[in-house]
């Protein structure tokens, strides 16, 4: 039985980069993971490009069950960490807005970088090697995987959620820790489109392909969240940054609400309009807004066809509060194989915020996007996958 220091089973970014650290701080490290590919969701995030880290990011920016279990850990590793490690490995890399980085080239180039940091530490890496099997005993772990049996002093499991099941998420992590006693918080899709029922949303179903900036809100107290991002209309519901956002916070039967004229008084605009207009309130309204939305907005009523100075001034501020207050209830989203993320997880109250190590099981640790924090869109959820690992990795060389 081969014995290593430390085990880590998956091969994302959270397991790569803490392989990495411990193996340059002295540990024996064993990577495992049941693909063939390793990383494959930093190969596809941000358009291929992978938006790799937020400038800005802070405890404000995550969700959790437990909300301050993730400020230890981003402290020490914060945003600037993982970008001096970008740099010194030569990857050109460019800010977009709001803080959001994205590798110039390819998202290939923080794989690369992964890799090469987890060969700088004598790594061992098997792939695909499954595991069957874990054992806790006096001496640690012992695990019986596809390549023979292992011996480690210490676990860490650092498999994913289950967002994106075509490139290999399992539900392996939330089964060993089961295993071993810990709650996990309820998960569910987040960071994913929204969807209505057909018939409701059959009036808007038209204006698929459409965006526009909003403002957008859901949810109450400490799990309401509020966003001005882009929202995309499709076929079956919205989508696009702000939803994508919104969804996170949103539970079943809450509605959204959208300000589809951000940051204006949609009613002063009209108000003003009319007093030197005499064209037809659809006209007017779709030079104030997308024409498409506009038509859309006004298709059935008949005022669309009428004058604007015969509407009165109440009509029109009905009409602007409609759409800066619009309020719709989803009747669910596209699951997990359209989410990013996956919300909930091992539940954090049983775990070191200062190692991710389990309170129950010593040498057990649970890192990344299996553990119940999840951050917001833009970068956000990869810091905490650089920086639960970085806090884990430092206690998995022996003493």
Known sequence: ??????????????????????????????LLDHSARVAEKIRISGGGRCNFTNRDAGPANFLSSNPHFCRSALARYPSAEFIALVQRHGIAWHE???????????????????????????????????????????????????AGPVRSARLVVATGGLSIPKIGASDWGYRIARQFGHAIVETHPALVPLTFEA????????????????????????????????LLFTHRGLSGPAVLQASSYWRPGQALRIDLAPGRDLAAELLRTKAASRRQLGTELAALLPRRLADTWLAGDARAAR????????????LAAGLQAWTLTPDGDEGY?????????????????????????????????????????????????????AACAHALPPP
Not at 20 to 27: D, E, K, N, S, T
């Open 307 to 318: 004058l604007l100075p015969e509407l009165r001034d109440q009509d029109l501020r009905s």
């Open 96 to 146: 977009k807005h709001k803080g959001q980085l994205f590798c110039d080239r390819s998202a290939e180039d923080i794989i690369t970088m992964l890799l090469r940091e987890c060969d700088a530490g004598g790594v061992v890496r098997r792939q695909p090697c499954a595991v069957q099997a874990v054992r806790h005993t006096a001496a640690g772990f012992e695990l019986d995987t596809d």
């Open 199 to 230: 018939t409701a949303w059959a009036p808007f179903a038209a204006l698929s392909g459409l965006s526009l900036e909003v403002d957008i809100e859901t949810g109450a107290g400490r799990a309401r969240g509020r966003f001005r991002e882009d």
């Open 1 to 30: 039985m081969t014995t290593f220091d430390a085990v880590i089973v998956g091969g994302g970014a959270a397991g790569l980069h803490c392989a990495g650290i411990a193996g340059q701080l002295g540990a024996r490290v064993l």
């Open 337 to 389: 194989r359209k989410a990013e993320v996956t919300a909930g997880g091992v539940d954090t109250r049983e775990l070191s915020s200062q190692t991710l190590e389990s309170r129950r099981v010593p040498g057990l640790h649970f890192i990344g996007e299996v553990v119940d924090v999840t951050g917001w869109l833009g970068g956000y959820n990869f810091q905490w996958a650089w920086a639960s690992a």
